[in-house]
Structures are given as structure tokens and as C-alpha cells.
């Protein structure tokens, strides 16, 4: 299959993973998380022939839409994939304290290059995919911080116990069998000194095209961290948040 597309470089950013889920994996064109990401790389490497400059350009957007979406009033963005998420990334910056923090399942690190540009956190992001982490790092790099990424498994991460204050994990247990899911959790909880927050969306059915294999209500979530041991707290805000205090 040949897609087309009219995308020009001012308008290359995450959004683009929104149009592609609703315009070609909705309606049933194309379907499968491989796919999905191929054809996301491949129109971003369209649109600027140097597929570093295209990425770079793609990050720089996609971080300046971000604060876009931060300037007007809360539910006054247009609807999109970055207006969808920068509610969480406002949040979570402010919920994570000074110190160290290992954000997992990173995918493309920009809640890790938002924590970097504060200069109050040391920041580790992670993920299985080599090349998403090898990206993050230039990135990083081109914008004047320094990023340490580990491409690992989100349960099994090669550091030792209470190696960070703050463990986070956005968007990513939805992705994630039951199993798998605990698994994580139980990770997360080993590495973090202080704290690990969770987000999860709340979906009546899981959007295959983004890799989700299950949904949350906010009785599950409370299942989650009863189940931990540790103090915690559900609460809502753009989807489910679970958040739990490993200092107590």
C-alpha cells in the first residue's frame, strides 16, 4: 500500500499518531502495532530528507505544542493526540519532587526531555526498543541536556533496588497483560525510594492501533494499590491515576 500525505515540516509532530489511528486503523485499512509504528516512521522520514533533522523537527514541534496546549485554559485546546497528553505531563511535573527519576516505557521521552529542561531531576528513560532510546539520546543531546536511557524490559530493570526517588509509568500498563502488568508494578516498586505514579486511560474498549490490550476503572486501580502494601491514592484526572508512596 502507498500513502500519501500533505504533511509540511511545520507540521510534523505527535499529532500525527492520531491521524494515522483515526484515518487509516479505525476504519480498518491497516491494522497491527508494527504497522502502525512502520508507517509512523516512514512519514516522518518523508517529510525532511534527513531523517535526523526530520526527527529533531519532530520533537521540537511536538515539545512547543505541548506548552501551546499549557497556555490556554483547561478543555480550551482542539482535540489531539498532544492535547490529549499534555495534561498528563503538567501533572505528573508537578506531583514528581527534586531528585532522581526512571520514567518507563518512555517510546519517544518526552516526559523524561520535559523533566530534563527543569534542571531539578536526574532523569533515566526507558524502553524496549533500541532505536526510540538511541533517538532520545541525540535528541537530548541537540537540546543541551544530558539523558541516561536503558533499553530493558519494564520488568526487569538492570538497576538495583531503590536506585531512584521517583518511579513513573505513563500511559504503559494499558499495553501490558494482567500479569505483565503486576510484574511492572512490582518493579517499579522495587527501584523507587519515595514514590511511583501511574497513569492509565480510561477506555470502554482498548485502541488496538496504539497497542492497548486492556482498560481501567478506578476499581482496579484501587485493586492495584491495595494490593501493594504501601500508602496510596486513586485519582482522576484525564484517565486514572495511582499513586504510591514507598517512603511510608
Same mark, same amino acid.
Given at each position: ?131 526510540? !532510546?538511541? #533517538? =532520545? /539520546?541525540?535528541?537530548?543531546? $541537540? *537540546? +543541551? ?9 519494564? @520488568? ?13 509509568? !505513563?500511559? #504503559? =500498563? /494499558?499495553?501490558?497483560?494482567? $500479569? *505483565? +502488568? ?9 527501584? @523507587?525510594?519515595?514514590?511511583v505514579i501511574i497513569a492509565v ?48
Amino acid at each position: 500500500m502507498e500513502i500519501s500525505h500533505w504533511l509540511r515540516a511545520d507540521q510534523l509532530d505527535n499529532n500525527l499518531a492520531g491521524v494515522l489511528a483515526d484515518e487509516l486503523f479505525a476504519p480498518g485499512w491497516l491494522s497491527g502495532v508494527e504497522v502502525f509504528e512502520r508507517v509512523f516512521t516512514e512519514v516522518v522520514q518523508s517529510v525532511i530528507d534527513d531523517p535526523l533533522r526530520a526527527w529533531t523537527t519532530f520533537y521540537d514541534n511536538t515539545l512547543a505544542r505541548i506548552r501551546e496546549c499549557w497556555s490556554v485554559p483547561a478543555g480550551c485546546a482542539p482535540h489531539s493526540s498532544i492535547a490529549d497528553f499534555a495534561p498528563l505531563y503538567r501533572r505528573v511535573l508537578r506531583l514528581v519532587p527534586p531528585g532522581r527519576v526512571l520514567d518507563l516505557g518512555s517510546c519517544f521521552g518526552f516526559l523524561p526531555l520535559l523533566f530534563a529542561e527543569r534542571g531539578e531531576h536526574s532523569v533515566i528513560a526507558s524502553d524496549l526498543v533500541p532505536g526510540s !532510546m538511541r #533517538l =532520545l /539520546e541525540t535528541v537530548a543531546a $541537540a *537540546r +543541551g541536556h544530558r539523558m541516561h536511557t536503558l533499553v530493558c524490559d519494564a @520488568a526487569q530493570v538492570p538497576l538495583p533496588d531503590g536506585t531512584v526517588d521517583t518511579v513513573t509509568a !505513563m500511559h #504503559l =500498563l /494499558e499495553h501490558l497483560e494482567p $500479569a *505483565r +502488568g503486576d510484574a511492572v508494578l512490582a518493579e517499579a516498586l522495587r527501584l @523507587a525510594r519515595r514514590r511511583v505514579i501511574i497513569a492509565v486511560p480510561y477506555e470502554d474498549e482498548p485502541t488496538a492501533a496504539f497497542g492497548h490490550v486492556r482498560t481501567f476503572t478506578p476499581a482496579d486501580l484501587h485493586h492495584l494499590g491495595a494490593g501493594t502494601g504501601h500508602p496510596y491514592e486513586v485519582t482522576d484526572h484525564h484517565g486514572g491515576w495511582l499513586e504510591i508512596r514507598t517512603d511510608s
